[in-house]
C-alpha cells in the first residue's frame, strides 16, 4: 500500500473515530469491534439475530479498511473504520457506550484498555475453538466481565483460572460457537450440490497448520508437501494468517518451490470454505482449525506431533488437559515427524474409512459445543438482558 493510500486511511480512522464518538451515550448501547478482515464472521449471526430483536442501532468498529460490514447500507447498522493506530487507542481510552463485544484478547495488556470515560460492559466471543489456559497469554480474559463460552471446557477453564489466582468472577455465558454452524450448514450444502466424481477419483488432503516456529511449516512443511505430491495427492497449502503477516519469506519459498506441480495450491484466503469441505484429510498440528474442520465435515484429522506452542508459561498451574490435546486421538490420528514417510498409507487408509469416524465425532460435537444451531439466538438475548439489568 502506497503512502497517499495510507495517509487517506489514516485521515478515514480519524474522521470515523470523530464522528462515533460524537454519538450521544444513550444512542450506543450495543458496539462491536472487529480488529481484523476474519472477526466478522464470529458476528454476523449475533448482529443479525440483534437487529431482528433489538429497536436501536447497533454500531460496528472495525480495524479492517476492507471489512465487507463497511460496505453494508443499513440504518440499525452503523459502522466506523478505525485502523490501528492512534484513533483506535485514544477511541478506546474514551468509549462511551453500554456494551463492547469483541473478539481480541488481551483487554487492559497492549493498546486496547478499558474505557476512563465509562463503565462499559466488555464482552469476549471466542474465535477459535481452543482452549484459554494454554493457547492465549496468561490474563487474557481478566479484564472482561462476560465471557462468551464456546464449550464447557472453556467453563471449566476459566473459572479454574479464577480460582487459582484469585480473580473477580466474571459472567459465563454458555453461548457456542456461531462460526461452526456455519460451517456446519455450508458443509451440507456442499455434499448435496457437488458430485463425488469431481476430483476423479484423486485424494484431496488440506494442510492448515498453526503460526509460530513450531508450526507444521515451519518445522517439516517442505517435506510434507514434497511427499504428499510425490505420491499423487491433490494438495491444498492454507497457510495461519499470522504465519503470512510473520513470516512471508517462508510463504514465498514454499510458494517458489511447488506452484508449478499441478496437484499443488497455495490458499491464502482462509475463508473460502470450498477447498475445505471438499478435502478428504486434513493435516494440521495444534491449530483450532481441526476441530472445525472435524465437526463440520465430519471427516477425520490427521495431527503431527510438533511441540505445542505455550502462550502462557503458568499454564500448568491449571490442571485440565487443553481441549486441542486431549481430542486429537479422538477426531484423528497422531504422527510423530519421524514417522512422515508413513503419511501417505495413513491417509489413504484414513480416506477409505471416512464413515467409521463420523458417529465419533458427532457425539463429540454434541458434548463439547454449546447450543448448536442456537448460539447466535441466545447470544442476542443474553447481551438484551445486560439492558433490563
Known amino acids: 500500500m502506497g503512502i497517499i493510500a495510507r495517509y487517506k486511511l489514516y485521515k478515514k480512522a480519524k474522521s470515523d ?225 499470522r504465519t503470512c503477516k510473520l513470516n512471508p519469506s517462508l510463504i514465498a519459498k514454499i510458494k517458489q518451490e511447488f506452484e508449478l506441480h499441478e496437484n499443488f495450491t497455495l490458499e491464502i484466503d482462509i475463508t473460502n470454505t470450498d477447498s475445505m469441505f471438499n478435502s478428504d484429510v486434513l493435516i494440521s498440528d495444534w491449530s483450532g482449525v481441526a476441530m472445525e474442520y472435524a465437526f463440520s465435515c465430519e471427516r477425520p484429522v490427521v495431527y503431527i506431533d510438533v511441540p505445542k506452542k505455550l502462550n502462557n508459561p503458568e499454564a500448568d498451574r491449571i490442571h485440565i488437559t487443553p481441549i486441542e490435546k486431549s481430542i486429537r486421538d479422538q477426531i484423528g490420528v497422531i504422527v510423530s515427524p519421524e514417522r512422515l514417510p508413513t503419511l501417505p498409507e495413513i491417509i489413504k487408509e484414513m480416506s477409505i474409512n471416512q464413515n467409521q469416524w463420523i458417529k465419533a465425532i458427532i457425539n463429540l460435537r454434541e458434548e463439547y459445543v454449546f447450543n448448536l444451531g442456537r448460539s447466535a439466538t441466545l447470544g442476542a438475548e443474553n447481551i438484551l438482558k445486560l439492558f433490563q439489568r
Open 17 to 241: 473515530a470523530k464522528r462515533f464518538q460524537s454519538i450521544p451515550l444513550e444512542e450506543k448501547e450495543i458496539v462491536f469491534y472487529a480488529e481484523d478482515h476474519f472477526s466478522h464472521m464470529h458476528f454476523v449471526d449475533l448482529i443479525k439475530e440483534l437487529k431482528n430483536k433489538y429497536n436501536g442501532v447497533i454500531h460496528y468498529i472495525t480495524s479492517q479498511h476492507d471489512d465487507p460490514i463497511l460496505s453494508q447500507n443499513c440504518n440499525k447498522l452503523q459502522s466506523y473504520y478505525v485502523g490501528e493506530g492512534i484513533a483506535r487507542t485514544t477511541l478506546f481510552i474514551n468509549m462511551k457506550a453500554r456494551v463492547l463485544i469483541m473478539t481480541m484478547c488481551d483487554l487492559e495488556t497492549f493498546y486496547i484498555k478499558r474505557s476512563k470515560a465509562y463503565d462499559v460492559h466488555y464482552i469476549y466471543i471466542f474465535h477459535a475453538m481452543v482452549s484459554t489456559h494454554s493457547n492465549y497469554r496468561k490474563g487474557a480474559f481478566d479484564s472482561f466481565d462476560t465471557i462468551f463460552m464456546t464449550g464447557p471446557y472453556q467453563k471449566e477453564e476459566i473459572s479454574a483460572t479464577e480460582d487459582v489466582y484469585g480473580l473477580k468472577k466474571k459472567e459465563l455465558v454458555e453461548f457456542g460457537y456461531p462460526r461452526l454452524e456455519q460451517l456446519i450448514e455450508k458443509a451440507d450444502v456442499y455434499r448435496k450440490t457437488r458430485s463425488p466424481n469431481s476430483r476423479n477419483g484423486a485424494i484431496q488432503v488440506m494442510l492448515a497448520p498453526t503460526w509460530g516456529k513450531n508450526s507444521i511449516l515451519e518445522v517439516c512443511g517442505s517435506e510434507i508437501i514434497s511427499l504428499l505430491l510425490g505420491n499423487d495427492f491433490t494438495l491444498i497449502v492454507r497457510p495461519h494468517p
